[in-house]
């Protein structure tokens, strides 16, 4: 077996990704994590200091991942506010679609001790607050990023646990679903409604 040094932690938590969406939270295990870097149990606990560590890790890297996503859709995207918001829904939902795993686990799967910093939180939501920024000024930009992100969520964890049974396009849903959503948020006689 190598030496721990020759294990990273990028490794560590790569590891840790792959064995959920392969085994699901449950078979996220310091042991298999450590087969699977190859080391033994022991060394891997140089590197984190149990098992809540490292789902927290894993759940970093995932947001990190979608932070890095999102960031690049805000650079390609329209200067429309309302197309910037829809693009990165859109593309909260590639990256689910890609990954529903650790979608799943950064989205309320985590447990309470594995939870990520604040600061974390904070850099994932970015691109999302910065848009709804622009799309109802800073007073309602938080409450509009959560509005869209609790839609968001819902109807992709509903689509990928195959909830939606009645028929009909669920593509066409989602589109239609996401533009009134994001005209709702947007509506300025609402925003002076609830200031």
Do not use: C, N
């Not at 200067?79 to 693009?87: G, L, Q, T």
């Not at 109807?155 to 396009?169: R, S």
Request: glycine share 8%.
């Amino acid at each position: 077996m190598p030496a721990p040094k020759r294990t990273t932690d990028a490794d560590v938590i790569a590891a840790g990704r792959r064995l959920i969406a392969e085994r699901g939270l449950d078979g996220l295990t310091m042991q298999a994590v450590a087969s699977a870097v190859g080391v033994r149990a022991p060394s891997l606990y140089k590197r984190v200091r149990g098992r809540d560590e490292l789902i927290r890790l894993v759940v970093e890297s995932t947001l990190g991942e979608l932070e890095e996503r999102l960031t690049r859709v805000v650079s390609r995207a329209h200067s429309d506010p309302r197309a910037v918001v829809e693009a990165l829904v859109v593309e909260l939902r590639t990256f689910a679609h890609g990954d529903p795993s650790g979608f799943a686990l950064a989205f309320g799967g985590a447990p309470a001790e594995a939870r990520p910093s604040i600061e974390v939180l904070a850099r994932s939501a970015a691109p999302l607050t910065t848009a709804t920024t622009q799309l109802v000024g800073p007073e309602h930009a938080l409450a509009a990023a959560r509005t869209v992100t609790a839609w968001a969520v819902g109807f992709v964890t509903m689509e990928l646990t195959g909830a939606f049974q009645l028929g009909g396009d669920v593509d066409s849903a989602f589109a239609w679903g996401l533009s009134r959503l994001i005209e709702a948020v947007a509506d300025p006689g609402q925003r002076t409604a609830s200031s």
